[in-house]
């Protein structure tokens, strides 16, 4: 037990140090966009009339903090940052934690809603799939994981919108309908989010499963043609309880394990899918900071969460491992 | 009795006999098969294995016709892509197919009707453009039209095909008059610039960091490791856009083409650095390796004769593969309007505009030239996908 916790505890101490270079790298990022919060604020006051100076430049940068070494404004971020507090966006001039409030948790639900979409797809079709010898059904499974990886989500997207207009007259985007876009949160919102949700549930979860059936069906493809199979097949098992108690319980570990980047492929899509659908989610705030507005706060801000709940999967997924596979756990606890 | 065993036709003399003629038994000519399987260099047998595989065969020659009509694409488009090519006339017009006859009879020669575009009384002072069924525009091959460099250096004006009066748009045009089957091939072709030049400079920092990281091990391995994890844990798109973002908007076209191109490469180098990384590390511990340098060759040596042959069509393999990631990461950038722009012509900056309800309901043929990229990306893939069980030594144990 003792050597459990330590394990989950190294592992966290990993996850720390990936999120703290994470930090770095995004915090330099938003270093290095022209023009510092200091003169959006006053080149705001400046379109209001007031004229302003070299000097008042000066003074707000100092009031804003910006005046302090690198690596001290990095410390103060990323130790506001783990307590989920990201400072003000110059432009928009709100906290940022509040502005992206739950639209954050939004996105998290929808892509996990498509993870977990992806591998009810994937798992049992890919192991129905490797232990068929069924040529046209591996075949077609074949192109279609192609397909998922050639034609990128904001693609079908596109697709699947231009056929909904052309024969239902309706482009199926948005999250909430009308009457609940700013209401609080009530069960009936809910409902609505839920109607209005399975398009981009699909569309994000489209490429990842048709990564996640290629990576199952060859790690079922590699096992099934092991030993064991064919000794336990030899002892009289056979048929689904063959396939569920011998190669895919050994397949589950790398599955489990793939599931952070398949995570990190969906985020991929998010902002994208977000633009074409009119989602009113952290993806489309996203773009909305980058392309339009070129506001670094709220932009570093959104893509430190996005890594960080990778990570944060990872982690839980590491820590899964060692509980459900056994040969993981001999090795931890030695 | 002995024979001068002959150099080419090694044991068919004890197969067959001195005195007969050579004659080739069934025996003889798998022995001579399975002689020149154990004689072939590493390029024949991955080559041999290719062909094997029908798909990924199918793949090649798709790729290989989209690669020369990217880079034939100026005399593939009857028009300049740019706006100097517009044709005022035709603004959103649909695709027009020769024909060969009409209410006024047949022809030989395939022909297009004219188009007129005219705002006044009758038409309410709207523009409205008729197709003239009356004027007939032929097609014909070989014509001139545009100026423009073949490869960049040879000026030339001859086009595929065309017509000597009005337009003719295959696929039809955009909002600006634009040809889209001409914007369609120079979109190919820069597609394929942005992945080279990507793909290159992935490539290079990818052999450097996962060459240190392979070679030396240690501390210096796991550091290098710790932060190309870390980077390949932020999601590449939304990090991409974040670079594309800082781009100063005074930018020439040919400079944010570069520097597009400069990005993808920079971020997408993880990836490939783990490869590296993994191939140099199994390979060194080889036993064909220990074998050699048991045997007292110089380490100069097992890296040249050994360690390279045996890294190089994994390699390849892998810039094939990573290929598609590039031209879609590009698109996806300059969809949304972070990436390259117009005059340069990209699926992305074509496919900008195309979500409005206008486009969606009326101008369908926009998206024409997406069915080439697809096409593009799924013959990179199977074509890679091929290279990878071909290069494998292992995989015909597998089947």
């Given at each position: 037990?003792l050597?459990?916790?330590r394990?989950?505890?190294?592992?966290?101490?990993?996850?720390m140090?990936?999120l703290?270079?994470?930090?770095?790298?995004?915090?330099?990022?938003?270093?290095?966009?022209?023009?510092?919060?200091?003169?959006?604020?006053l080149?705001?006051?400046?379109?209001?009339?007031?004229?302003?100076?070299?000097?008042?430049?000066?003074?707000?940068?100092?009031?804003?903090?910006?005046?302090?070494?690198?690596?001290e404004?990095w410390?103060?971020?990323?130790?506001?940052?783990?307590?989920?507090?990201?400072?003000?966006?110059?432009?928009?001039?709100?906290?940022?934690?509040?502005l992206l409030g739950?639209?954050?948790w939004?996105?998290l639900?929808?892509c996990?809603?498509?993870?977990?979409?992806?591998?009810a797809?994937?798992?049992p079709?890919?192991?129905?799939?490797?232990?068929?010898?069924?040529?046209?059904?591996?075949?077609s499974?074949?192109?279609?994981?192609?397909?998922?990886?050639?034609?990128?989500?904001?693609?079908?997207?596109l697709?699947?919108?231009?056929?909904?207009?052309?024969?239902f007259?309706?482009?199926?985007?948005?999250?909430?309908?009308?009457?609940?876009?700013?209401?609080?949160?009530?069960?009936?919102?809910?409902?609505?989010?839920?109607?209005n949700?399975?398009?981009?549930?699909?569309?994000?979860?489209w490429?990842?499963?048709?990564?996640?059936?290629?990576?199952?069906?060859?790690?079922?493809?590699?096992?099934?043609?092991?030993?064991?199979?064919?000794?336990?097949?030899?002892?009289?098992?056979?048929?689904?309880?063959l396939?569920?108690?011998?190669?895919a319980r050994?397949?589950?570990?790398?599955?489990?394990?793939?599931?952070?980047f398949?995570l990190?492929?969906?985020?991929?899509?998010?902002?994208i899918?977000?633009?074409?659908?009119?989602?009113?989610?952290?993806g489309?705030?996203?773009?909305?900071?980058?392309?339009?507005?070129?506001d670094?706060?709220?932009?570093?801000?959104?893509?430190?969460?996005?890594?960080?709940?990778?990570?944060?999967?990872n982690?839980?997924t590491?820590?899964?491992?060692?509980?459900?596979?056994?040969?993981?756990?001999?090795?931890?606890v030695r | 009795?002995?024979?001068?065993?002959?150099?080419?036709?090694?044991?068919?003399?004890?197969?067959?006999?001195?005195?007969?003629?050579?004659?080739?038994?069934?025996?003889?000519?798998?022995?001579?098969?399975k002689?020149?399987?154990?004689?072939?260099?590493?390029g024949?047998?991955?080559?041999?294995?290719?062909?094997?595989?029908r798909?990924?065969?199918?793949?090649?020659?798709?790729?290989?016709?989209l690669?020369?009509s990217?880079?034939?694409?100026?005399?593939l488009?009857?028009?300049?892509?740019?706006?100097?090519?517009?044709?005022?006339?035709?603004?959103?017009?649909a695709?027009?197919?020769?024909?060969?006859?009409?209410?006024?009879?047949c022809s030989?020669?395939?022909?297009?009707?004219g188009?007129?575009?005219?705002r006044?009384?009758?038409?309410n002072?709207?523009?409205?453009?008729?197709?003239?069924?009356?004027?007939?525009?032929y097609?014909?091959?070989?014509?001139?039209?545009?100026?423009?460099?073949?490869?960049?250096?040879?000026?030339?004006?001859?086009?595929?095909?065309?017509?000597?009066?009005?337009?003719?748009?295959?696929?039809?045009?955009?909002?600006?008059?634009?040809?889209?089957?001409?914007?369609?091939?120079?979109?190919i072709?820069?597609s394929?610039?942005?992945?080279?030049?990507?793909?290159?400079?992935?490539?290079?920092?990818?052999?450097?960091?996962?060459?240190v990281s392979?070679?030396?091990?240690?501390w210096?391995?796991?550091?290098?490791?710790?932060?190309?994890?870390?980077?390949?844990?932020?999601p590449?798109?939304?990090?991409?856009?974040?670079?594309?973002?800082?781009?100063?908007?005074?930018m020439?076209?040919?400079?944010?083409?570069?520097?597009?191109?400069?990005?993808?490469?920079?971020?997408?180098?993880?990836?490939l650095?783990?490869?590296?990384?993994?191939?140099?590390?199994?390979?060194?511990?080889?036993?064909?390796?220990?074998?050699a340098?048991?045997?007292?060759?110089?380490?100069?040596?097992?890296?040249?004769r050994?360690?390279?042959?045996?890294f190089?069509?994994?390699?390849?393999v892998?810039?094939?593969?990573?290929?598609?990631?590039?031209?879609l990461?590009?698109t996806?950038?300059?969809?949304?309007g972070?990436?390259l722009?117009?005059?340069?012509?990209?699926?992305?900056?074509?496919?900008?505009?195309v979500?409005?309800?206008?486009?969606?309901l009326?101008?369908?043929?926009?998206?024409?030239p997406?069915?080439?990229?697809?096409?593009?990306?799924?013959?990179?893939?199977?074509?890679?996908?091929?290279l990878?069980d071909?290069?494998?030594?292992?995989?015909?144990?597998?089947?």
């Open positions: 037990m050597n459990f916790a394990f989950v505890l190294t592992r966290a101490v990993l996850a140090i990936t703290i270079i994470v930090s770095l790298v995004v915090f330099s990022l938003m270093e290095l966009v022209p023009g510092d919060c200091a003169e959006r604020y080149a705001f006051k400046n379109t209001q009339g007031s004229g302003i100076s070299v000097a008042d430049i000066e003074n707000e940068r100092v009031r804003l903090g910006l005046d302090r070494p690198f690596l404004r410390g103060k971020w990323i130790v506001g940052a783990f307590q989920g507090e990201f400072g003000d966006s110059c432009i928009l001039r709100v906290n940022i934690a509040q739950d639209k954050f939004i996105s639900g929808l996990l809603a498509s993870l977990m979409l992806a591998y797809i994937a798992v079709v890919g192991i129905i799939a490797a232990a068929s010898h069924n040529a046209v059904l591996n075949n499974l074949r192109l279609f994981s192609y397909l998922g990886l050639a034609m990128p989500n904001f693609l079908l997207a697709m699947i919108m231009l056929f909904s207009t052309v024969y007259g309706d482009t199926l985007t948005g999250l909430f309908s009308a009457e609940f876009r700013d209401a609080d949160w009530s069960w009936a919102r809910v409902m609505d989010l839920l109607s949700a399975w398009l981009p549930i699909f569309i994000l979860g490429s990842a499963t048709a990564f996640a059936l290629q990576t199952v069906r060859a790690l079922m493809s590699d096992e099934i043609g092991k030993l064991y199979v064919t000794a336990a097949e030899a002892r009289g098992v056979h048929g689904r309880k396939l569920w108690n011998y190669p050994h397949a589950l570990g790398p599955i489990v394990n793939s599931l952070g398949d990190n492929r969906i985020f991929n899509e998010l902002p899918v977000a633009l074409i659908l009119t989602l009113t989610e952290a489309a705030l996203l773009i909305e900071a980058l392309a339009r507005s070129n670094q706060q709220l932009a570093g801000a959104i893509i430190f969460l996005l890594t960080a709940s990778i990570v944060t999967l982690f839980l590491d820590v899964m491992l060692a509980v459900l596979d056994p040969r993981v756990r001999k090795s931890i | 009795m002995t024979t001068t065993p002959d150099p080419l036709k090694p044991n068919l003399a004890e197969t067959t006999g001195p005195h007969v003629q050579v004659v080739e038994t069934e025996a003889a000519v798998e022995r001579r098969s002689e020149a399987y154990f004689t072939a260099s590493q024949q047998l991955i080559w041999a294995r290719f062909k094997k595989q798909s990924a065969m199918i793949a090649a020659c798709v790729l290989a016709f690669i020369l990217g880079i034939f694409a100026p005399f488009s009857p028009y300049d892509p740019t706006i100097a090519g517009k044709n005022d006339d035709y603004l959103n017009g695709p027009q197919i020769p024909m060969f006859c009409d209410s006024n009879g030989l020669r395939p022909f297009v009707h188009v007129e575009r005219e006044s009384l009758a038409t002072f709207r523009w409205v453009t008729t197709i003239n069924e009356d004027e007939r525009n097609v014909y091959f070989f014509v001139e039209g545009w100026e423009y460099k073949l490869f960049g250096f040879i000026p030339m004006d001859t086009h595929l095909f065309g017509t000597q009066e009005g337009f003719v748009h295959v696929f039809g045009t955009d909002a600006s008059g634009k040809d889209i089957f001409s914007r369609t091939f120079h979109a072709w820069t394929l610039q942005v992945g080279t030049i990507g793909v290159f400079i992935a490539f290079v920092l990818a052999l450097v960091i996962g060459g392979g070679y030396y091990g240690g210096i391995d796991s550091v290098l490791q710790m932060i190309t994890d870390a980077v390949r844990t932020v590449a798109i939304p990090l991409f856009m974040a670079v594309a973002a800082f781009m100063p908007p005074e020439t076209a040919e400079q944010r083409f570069f520097y597009i191109s400069l990005i993808l490469g920079l971020i997408g180098w993880p990836t650095a783990r490869r590296v990384r993994t191939h140099l590390l199994t390979e060194r511990n080889q036993e064909y390796v220990l074998a340098q048991l045997c007292g060759a110089s380490s100069g040596h097992v890296i040249r050994h360690l390279l042959p045996s190089t069509s994994y390699i390849i892998d810039l094939v593969i990573s290929f598609p990631y590039m031209v990461s590009e996806a950038l300059s969809f949304i972070l990436g722009k117009d005059p340069v012509n990209s699926l992305g900056v074509m496919l900008q505009n979500t409005s309800a206008d486009v969606l009326n101008y369908q043929w926009y998206f024409i997406v069915i080439f990229f697809i096409a593009l990306v799924m013959a990179f893939v199977f074509v890679g996908d091929g990878r071909a290069a494998d030594p292992y995989s015909d144990a597998n089947k």
